[in-house]
């Protein structure tokens, strides 16, 4: 297995609703990250998991809270988002250590905050 | 951090000819630049890397070559097909000893259109 699996792929949330993405690699990677991308712009890196503990915050709102139960699952909880929020959220993995060996990119979940 | 800036924003190249897109960077640490293909609605996907210690690499169409003095580096891709027509995105990155906690920063993106 070679993928990077993401669910749901489409997610239309209320501000006030809770909700949470899903992400899942059966590749041995150990580091793993969530990413937004809004339209015709670049990936912006928000978490880093690294060995299942968070390294990297980029000072993310905490109305995203994201959570790595093992090591191959990843979570973003999504509680009062606005309708800003809306994007298309990528996870990707990568394998290490000590060497780049290129991100994994899930197809991403594509959320919509009304 | 590391400011990545990619030259052009969009470029259309006829069907066979050649097309060339440019990144700089401005962290002098980051010694790995991969590049991403993103189709409309699709995930990233890694079309090819280069590291600090070689100038360029090849990869049948496609070749990256690295320029660490001047902190640049550039995608080439030969012979370009319709199939190649996407967005471009240029990344850099460290190599921290710490596992897991490298930053890949993309640049802005090249919209590549190849007319038949």
């Known amino acids: 297995d070679t993928e990077v699996t993401q669910t749901p792929k489409h997610l239309v949330m209320g501000m006030t609703n809770k909700k949470s993405l899903k992400c899942e690699q059966h590749?041995?990677?150990?580091?793993m990250y969530w990413y937004k991308q809004k339209a015709k712009k670049p990936p912006e890196l928000m978490f880093v998991y690294s060995y299942e503990k968070l390294s990297i915050n980029e000072s993310v709102p905490s109305r995203f809270s994201p959570e790595c139960p093992n090591s191959s699952l990843l979570n973003l909880h999504l509680h009062a988002l606005q309708p800003e929020d809306s994007a298309l959220y990528l996870c990707?993995?990568?394998?290490?250590?000590?060497?780049?060996?290129?991100?994994?990119f899930g197809s991403g979940t594509r959320l919509t905050v009304v | 951090g590391e400011n990545v800036e990619q030259h052009p924003s969009t470029l259309s190249v006829q069907e066979g000819d050649s097309a060339v897109i440019k990144c700089t960077y401005s962290?002098?640490?980051?010694?790995?630049f991969p590049w991403y293909k993103q189709e409309l609605g699709k995930r990233p996907q890694l079309i090819i890397d280069i590291r600090s210690n070689v100038g360029e690499k090849k990869d049948q169409r496609i070749a990256v070559t690295l320029n660490k003095t001047a902190k640049h580096f550039s995608l080439h891709i030969t012979e370009t097909q319709p199939e190649d027509s996407a967005v471009y995105f240029c990344?850099?990155?460290?190599?921290?000893?710490?596992?897991?906690?490298?930053?890949?920063?993309f640049g802005t993106g090249t919209r590549l259109t190849i007319i038949p």
């Open positions: 590749m041995g990677h150990r580091a």
């Open positions: 990707a993995s990568s394998q290490g250590p000590g060497e780049h060996y290129g991100y994994t």
């Open positions: 962290d002098s640490a980051s010694n790995y």
């Open positions: 990344a850099a990155s460290p190599l921290i000893s710490n596992f897991g906690n490298e930053k890949l920063t």
